[in-house]
């Protein structure tokens, strides 16, 4: 059979969902080929690959355009099989029953991707199937994959194909990982672990052996020169497996890296050790500037003087730092959003980011918000739209979107301070703010944080991509409540 995975779009980061289904269904002598929505114009993709299933992987900012997509697809290709599964699906399960989908897979999909697929083949009833859900009827989940050895390695094949952009970038993405111990209640990943209680351990770290195989077969045949670990959190500390990791990375690989890690797990010997190994960047985030607000709102449980000592520690090292911070949470005031711009300041990262907070349906504070009537309107197209909560005046929005916008610099240029801070405050969100943003999170990222190499033209024509999707035009022109 062939498989047509559909994704919304393709930015800089491998998506490892759909490679690690294409290469189980190409274990079992299945193809696979690839449609992106804002790319591609997926009926003609159907027509001439002639799919035999597609399969939708859906965040759920994105949650529209696949809805869309479903109906025009049946409407027509009645008989066509459209499977769908990610983030949404899972903590939506839902929509199968309104939607134009024939199944959706919620949870850790791999083993239920396989079984589905065998079924299908086979012309079985396939709603029987754990982390299955149809119209017919909605099945339990199974436990969690023991052991992440034993899947094959994600096919790359799938998305660095001739013509695409990530086949001629120097960054390679690899997932070490799976799961989060943490519980913070604007992740989905405590969601997850709900979900998951007594179905298997939660965080499944791969073999080192397993992980550099994986990097050494990728380099062999796409080249890079850096690599950019995706797991929610690289490591937990110095361990066994991060000391055998050090000494054979080191050894067998020695390039660059990126990854992510909490300011709590930060200390010396950790430090160290990352950047022995080869650790360039990290992903940190400060989360919001009131002690109060990250510890009974957000349960990020870590002090001001902690936060501090632990950027102290990383950028004392020579590591860069990008560290988020979250505008809009639910109850904030405008001092509380001053006090995220201040400990900013305080820990000095080299890419200072600033979100909005978005009340994604099933994640613990997204609850919150709904269960109080705070949510206004549709969710947002991306983490940095306008607030959808009704506790927020026009100008607390207004300031909102501004620090988004003007925060970094801000951040990177203290002394600018009291010039930016009169803009933000009293100057209405406007396209001039949104290009200086658009530039300078270009102009960070690619120097301090991830050191993406590509030719001149490329480089522009990814650059307008993203420049035209942060600035919509109906951004500029919507009234704004």
């Not at 599964?85 to 791999?110: K, L, M, R, S, Y």
């Not at 001001?304 to 090292?317: N, R």
């Given at each position: 059979m062939k498989?047509?995975?559909v994704v919304k779009d393709m930015s800089y980061i491998e998506l490892h969902g759909i490679m690690q289904l294409s290469a189980l269904s190409k274990q079992r002598g299945h193809k696979s080929c690839l449609g992106i929505i804002n790319e591609h114009d997926i009926l003609k993709v159907i027509e001439?690959?002639?799919p035999d299933i597609v399969a939708f992987s859906m965040l759920t900012l994105d949650a529209s355009s696949f809805e869309n997509l479903a109906?025009?697809?049946?409407?027509?290709?009645?008989?066509?099989?459209?499977?769908?599964?990610?983030?949404?699906?899972?903590?939506?399960?839902?929509?199968?029953?309104?939607?134009?989908?024939?199944?959706?897979?919620?949870?850790?999909?791999?083993d239920a991707f396989v079984d589905f697929l065998n079924a299908a083949e086979g012309g079985h009833d396939y709603s029987d199937i754990k982390n299955l859900h149809t119209k017919a009827k909605k099945n339990p989940l199974r436990p969690l994959i023991d052991s992440l050895d034993?899947?094959?390695?994600?096919?790359?094949?799938?998305?660095?194909?001739?013509g695409g952009h990530l086949l001629n970038l120097n960054v390679r993405t690899f997932m070490t990982s799976r799961g989060c111990a943490y519980r913070c209640t604007y992740c989905f990943n405590n969601k997850y672990n709900m979900l998951y209680r007594n179905?298997?351990?939660?965080?499944?770290k791969r073999s080192v052996d397993n992980v550099i195989e994986e990097i050494l077969k990728v380099k062999e045949k796409y080249p890079f020169d850096f690599i950019r670990f995706g797991d929610d959190n690289f490591i937990y500390g110095v361990d066994k497996w991060m000391e055998e990791f050090s000494v054979k990375y080191k050894k067998m690989v020695n390039l660059p890296f990126y990854c992510l890690i909490r300011p709590n797990l930060i200390n010396n010997e950790v430090v160290r050790l990352l950047r022995s190994t080869g650790c360039h960047s990290i992903g940190m985030s400060i989360e919001a500037g009131s002690e109060s607000?990250?510890?009974?709102?957000?349960?990020?449980?870590?002090?001001?003087?902690?936060?501090?000592?632990?950027?102290?520690?990383?950028?004392?090292?020579?590591?860069?730092?990008?560290?988020?911070?979250i505008a809009g949470i639910p109850f904030a005031t405008i001092k509380d959003e001053m006090k995220s711009i201040e400990l900013a300041i305080k820990c000095k990262p080299a890419y200072p980011n600033f979100t909005i907070f978005t009340p994604f349906p099933g994640v613990e504070l997204s609850d919150v918000a709904y269960k109080n009537n705070l949510v206004n309107g549709d969710l947002p197209?991306?983490?940095?739209?306008?607030?959808?909560l009704n506790c927020f005046t026009k100008k607390e929005k207004d300031i909102q979107e501004n620090i988004v916008t003007l925060g970094p610099l801000i951040v990177r240029f203290p002394f600018l301070k009291l010039f930016i801070l009169n803009l933000i405050m009293h100057l209405p969100p406007n396209r001039l703010f949104r290009y200086i943003w658009v530039v300078n999170k270009g102009y960070l990222g690619s120097k301090y944080i991830w050191p993406i190499k590509m030719a001149f033209l490329l480089k522009i024509k990814l650059f307008l991509k993203s420049f035209l999707f942060e600035i919509p035009e109906k951004r500029i022109t919507e009234t704004r409540r």
């Open positions: 498989i047509l995975y001439k690959e002639n109906r025009d697809i049946k409407n027509k290709h009645k008989n066509l099989t459209i499977i769908a599964g990610g983030p949404h699906a899972t903590f939506n399960p839902e929509i199968v029953d309104t939607w134009e989908v024939d199944a959706i897979i919620c949870g850790e999909g791999d034993k899947l094959p390695f994600p096919d790359r094949e799938l998305v660095y194909f001739e179905k298997g351990k939660i965080f499944r607000i990250r510890e009974k709102i957000l349960k990020r449980g870590m002090t001001d003087e902690e936060l501090m000592k632990a950027f102290d520690i990383v950028q004392g090292s020579g590591i860069k730092v990008f560290a988020n911070s197209q991306r983490t940095t739209d306008r607030s959808v």
